[in-house]
Each structure stands twice: as structure tokens, then as C-alpha cells.
């Protein structure tokens, strides 16, 4: 459980702030997910990084920017969002056999 | 196109009982198969995974699913089901690489004395 963590757990943030969620993974993977959870909609996949580049990016606003300096570390940085962005944020990494393996998430909630 | 359908949103069974969750996938390569489960606002924990062999796949926590090619299905089942079992699940498929998964839109279990 510990191999994949996510900080903040909770995030409380106003439409003009600026944050940004960070992904670790110890697990030694070469691909890291963001995904968005939102109450009664399907898990949305957000970006895919693999050796450090950006390989998708799914249709995602330009007020969420992900970084990836390294293999082992994803941020997910946050602007002017609306409240409609609130969610659970989940990361998750993976190995070239596709099993992802997600942390625990950060709960965003935008006033 | 590939899709993941979980056609159940919602289950209730009694603490002991038997569980079966269905899932159908469509999906142009050969699969491999996933099924995760997840708390209340927690991340998706790895149940278990088909890549190819055996049909029949053991996990954790007492759970096995079969891949039935034929009826393109990767159903979860437990034979006695806990109270701590009660949590949403999720199918998943994908493809060799690193190719980004599919998930169907979960179903949710709830567990009654």
C-alpha cells in the first residue's frame, strides 16, 4: 500500500489559488496516470507519463498542468479552477505489464 | 472501440453469502483483465489480474475471477462474503505496454448481517 503515495490527502483551495498534488512511487515503474474520481462518474484518465514524457493527455483543461521530472515523481498543478473540479484525484504507476497500481488520493474540493 | 461494461451498480448480500460481479469487456487485442476494489475515499487496490493461462485466477482476500473468451466476461466471485468486503469494484482491461487501462463504472457492494 505504501508503494505509491499521494500529498496532500485533502486539499481545500479557492478559484484563484494556485496548488499543486504530488505523486510519489517506489516501486521503481517507468509509467505514472493521473486519473479524476468524481461522485456517480466513471474513472476519468487524465495523463500518462512514460520514461519522464508526456505520452497522453486526455482532452484535459489547461488549468491543470502535470509535471514529471523524474520517473519516480508526478505533480499535478493546479489554477483557476472551478468547483466543478472538485474530485478524487488518484495517481497510480505501472511497469511495462500494464498493472497500474494507484495511491491512496487527494480529495480536492474548490470553493 | 474498447469498453468495460459492469452492468450491476449496486449489490446487497448477506454477510456469508455468495458473490458474483459480472463484467463484459470489448476489446480489439488480446486482453488482459483486471479487477480492483476501492474503500470510501481511498485509492484502487490491485483484487487480481488475468494475462493469459489458467482461466480461473486466484486474488486476494478470497476473491477468483474466470475469463470466459467466449462470452467476452471476467466475472469476480467469493464464495462467503465479509462485512469488511462492502466497498466499490472495478474491471479493468488493457493491453500489453504501457497502454492506459479501461475501466468500467464500478459497482457497489453492500454487505448486511
Known amino acids: 500500500e505504501t508503494g505509491v503515495t499521494q500529498t496532500p490527502r485533502h486539499l481545500v483551495m479557492g478559484m484563484t489559488n494556485k496548488k499543486s498534488l504530488k505523486c510519489e512511487q517506489h516501486?521503481?515503474?517507468?509509467?505514472m496516470y493521473w486519473y479524476k474520481q468524481s461522485a456517480k462518474k466513471p474513472l476519468e484518465l487524465m495523463f500518462v507519463y512514460n520514461f519522464k514524457e508526456q505520452t497522453e493527455n486526455n482532452s484535459v483543461p489547461s488549468r491543470f498542468s502535470p509535471e514529471c521530472p523524474n520517473s519516480s515523481h508526478l505533480f499535478l498543478h493546479l489554477h483557476t479552477l472551478q468547483p466543478e473540479d472538485s474530485a478524487l484525484y488518484l495517481c497510480?504507476?505501472?511497469?511495462?505489464?500494464?498493472?497500474?497500481?494507484f495511491g491512496p488520493g487527494t480529495r480536492l474540493t474548490v470553493l | 472501440a474498447q469498453s468495460v461494461t459492469q452492468p450491476d451498480i449496486h449489490i446487497t448480500v448477506s454477510e456469508g453469502a455468495s458473490l458474483e460481479l459480472r463484467c463484459n469487456y470489448s476489446y480489439g487485442a488480446t486482453p488482459y483483465l483486471f479487477w480492483y476494489v476501492q474503500s470510501p475515499g481511498q485509492g484502487l487496490q490491485l483484487l487480481l489480474k488475468?494475462?493469459?493461462?489458467?482461466?480461473l485466477v486466484q486474488g486476494i482476500k478470497g476473491f477468483e475471477a474466470e475469463f470466459k473468451r467466449s462470452q467476452s466476461s471476467f466475472n469476480l466471485r467469493k464464495p462467503s462474503v465479509h462485512w469488511s468486503d462492502a466497498a466499490e469494484y472495478f474491471c479493468a482491461v488493457g493491453a500489453r505496454g504501457n497502454t492506459p487501462l479501461v475501466f468500467g463504472k464500478g459497482t457497489r457492494l453492500s454487505v448486511i448481517a
Open positions: 516501486l521503481g515503474h517507468n509509467a
Open positions: 497510480a504507476s505501472s511497469q511495462t505489464t500494464d498493472t497500474q497500481y
Open positions: 488475468y494475462f493469459s493461462g489458467d482461466t
